[in-house]
Nanobody
Framework: QVQLVESGGGLVQAGGSLRLSCAAA????????MGWFRQAPGKEREFVAA????????YYKDSVKGRFTISRDSAKNTVHLQMNSLKPEDTAVYYC????????????????WGQGTQVTVSS
């Protein structure tokens, strides 16, 4: 089992920044690829970013490339999502997830999920 707890969400004006964190406990954190997903009101949950177990490979949703950066600190069992130049359309609940298999952008590949943290971007 892996327990994931997100933090860092909040209310920010358009153009601002937030840094989300996901703390992992349980099985060896370094064995998992990690991902961030989000779900806006009335919409399906969607992929945002993912990072391999080594940190050497990252994937991003096209609309966040150049604005968001995913990183991991294996010594602290934490993964971060730095979000810059935020837009109102980034408003959503953001979820951290852990994938015991290969790095993926697909939700079905992820084995463990956090409870989510709300990000609201005002215009």
């Amino acid at each position: 089992q892996v327990q994931l707890v997100e933090s860092g969400g909040g209310l920010v004006q358009a153009g601002g920044s937030l840094r989300l964190s996901c703390a992992a406990a349980g099985r060896t954190f370094s064995a998992f690829a990690m991902g961030w997903f989000r779900q806006a009101p009335g919409k399906e949950r969607e992929f945002v970013a993912a990072i391999s177990w080594s940190g050497s490979t990252t994937y991003y949703k096209d609309s966040v490339k150049g604005r968001f950066t995913i990183s991991r600190d294996s010594a602290k069992n934490t993964v971060h999502l730095q979000m810059n130049s935020l837009k109102p359309e980034d408003t959503a609940v953001y979820y951290c997830a852990a994938d015991a298999g290969s790095l993926s952008t697909k939700q079905i590949a992820y084995d463990y999920w956090g409870q989510g943290t709300q990000v609201t971007v005002s215009s």
